[in-house]
């Protein structure tokens, strides 16, 4: 039996409507909170993770890359200084220039945003946690990533820590 083109045509358009779904759907967060092989965590990672933690509280600041205020790429722009890594200035060219991972460990980029163009980024902290400087108006903080919020809007991970 052969198909007609009366049936395949519907059948094609289908399967081309899931597949197109299919690249709609959001990426999964992994997180892990360990090193590979139950190694310590690398001290540029440490580096990076105390320089994040001492920032808390920093004042949100457009284009901030200093203690004095802090943006969402200009945190993780300190927080790599302090330990070597430069990195590029905006969430998006983060985004596209740096070291994707499928799964991100503490220290490591997490990337929000609308499928175009990464908007946000936060530094990974382990247990379900990242730091990242919220907003306007807003400090630097740390948030759970179970929130549907991040969910939705995650794009993908970084890792350019040894």
């Given at each position: 039996?052969?198909?007609?083109?009366?049936?395949?045509?519907?059948?094609?358009?289908?399967?081309?409507?899931?597949?197109?779904?299919?690249?709609?759907?959001?990426?999964?967060?992994?997180?892990?909170?360990?090193?590979?092989?139950?190694?310590?965590?690398?001290?540029?990672?440490?580096?990076?993770?105390?320089?994040?933690?001492?920032?808390?509280?920093?004042?949100?600041?457009?284009?901030?890359?200093?203690?004095?205020?802090?943006?969402?790429?200009?945190?993780?722009?300190?927080?790599?200084?302090?330990?070597?890594?430069?990195?590029?200035?905006?969430?998006?060219?983060?985004?596209?220039?740096?070291?994707?991972?499928?799964?991100?460990?503490?220290?490591?980029?997490?990337?929000?945003?609308?499928?175009?163009?990464?908007?946000?980024?936060?530094?990974?902290?382990?247990?379900?946690?990242?730091?990242?400087?919220?907003?306007?108006?807003?400090?630097?903080t740390q948030v759970p990533l179970e929130i549907a919020y991040w969910q939705e809007r995650f794009l993908g991970a970084a890792g350019p820590a040894p």
């Amino acid at each position: 039996m052969s198909l007609v083109p009366s049936r395949v045509f519907p059948l094609v358009t289908l399967l081309l409507g899931l597949t197109l779904l299919g690249g709609c759907a959001g990426r999964d967060l992994a997180l892990r909170d360990d090193a590979p092989r139950g190694e310590a965590l690398s001290l540029e990672r440490a580096l990076i993770l105390s320089s994040a933690r001492q920032a808390l509280g920093t004042p949100y600041r457009f284009g901030g890359n200093t203690p004095r205020g802090l943006d969402c790429s200009g945190l993780v722009e300190l927080s790599y200084r302090a330990a070597g890594i430069p990195v590029p200035r905006t969430a998006d060219d983060q985004y596209r220039q740096l070291p994707a991972v499928r799964e991100a460990r503490p220290g490591d980029l997490l990337f929000f945003g609308d499928r175009r163009k990464a908007t946000h980024v936060g530094i990974y902290v382990g247990n379900g946690q990242m730091i990242h400087a919220p907003g306007r108006g807003r400090a630097v903080t740390q948030v759970p990533l179970e929130i549907a919020y991040w969910q939705e809007r995650f794009l993908g991970a970084a890792g350019p820590a040894p």
